[in-house]
């Protein structure tokens, strides 16, 4: 039985380029907590998957946060000022060759999002109450180009037949409960 997928099958490079990334959270009307997620574009290595808005950092960028603001403005036209940071997040390295920085923030959503559709396919408001639904939670084997062998793969199901999954779920599953739980302060 091939064993669950974890950061430590596959080789981190040693050297790694920094990118960051914003986790934006918004209540709505009706008070429910939600994320901002990303589907990229179908090019690239990263095609079709669930992300949060981000990219990598450039030497223009004064800090890692200024990467995530600036990347979230280009990618769903999220303006900084629009965006509350609350909490800088734990670094997660991915086999790519990334060192991601994730920020959480508390954001206004614009009325409407409008993305860059070069990289972005479309934008996704979901429900943390959804994934915290352990229905919503599952493993699969998978096999993807590149991999040795079969791996078992945990990933939430999102509406519209979507699996979050890798870096995106490796930096939301440890932030839903105390998300819902409203440790966060100003939520």
Not at 78 to 90: D, Q, S, T
Not at 109 to 123: F, G, I, K, L, S
Request: aromatic letters at 10%; proline letters at 10%.
């Amino acid at each position: 039985m091939p064993a669950l997928l974890t950061p430590d099958d596959f080789p981190i490079p040693k050297n790694l380029r920094d990118s960051a990334v914003l986790v934006p959270i918004f209540r709505d009307a009706a008070g429910e907590l939600h994320v901002v997620m990303v589907r990229r574009s179908s090019f690239g290595v990263h095609g079709g998957q669930l992300a949060f808005p981000g990219g990598k950092h450039e030497p223009t960028d004064a800090s890692l946060l200024a990467t995530a603001l600036r990347e979230a403005e280009e990618e769903v036209g999220l303006a900084p000022a629009n965006v509350e940071v609350l909490a800088a997040l734990p670094t997660v390295d991915v086999p790519s060759g990334f060192r991601i920085s994730p920020f959480l923030g508390k954001i206004r959503r614009p009325e409407v999002w409008q993305w860059q559709q070069r990289e972005v396919e479309e934008v996704l408001e979901i429900p943390l109450r959804h994934l915290a639904d352990p229905m919503q939670h599952a493993e699969e084997y998978w096999q993807l180009p590149g991999w040795p062998d079969q791996r078992r793969v945990a990933f939430y199901h999102i509406a519209g037949g979507y699996k979050l999954w890798g870096a995106s779920y490796r930096i939301i599953t440890p932030l839903i409960q105390p998300l819902l739980g409203s440790e966060f302060v100003g939520l």
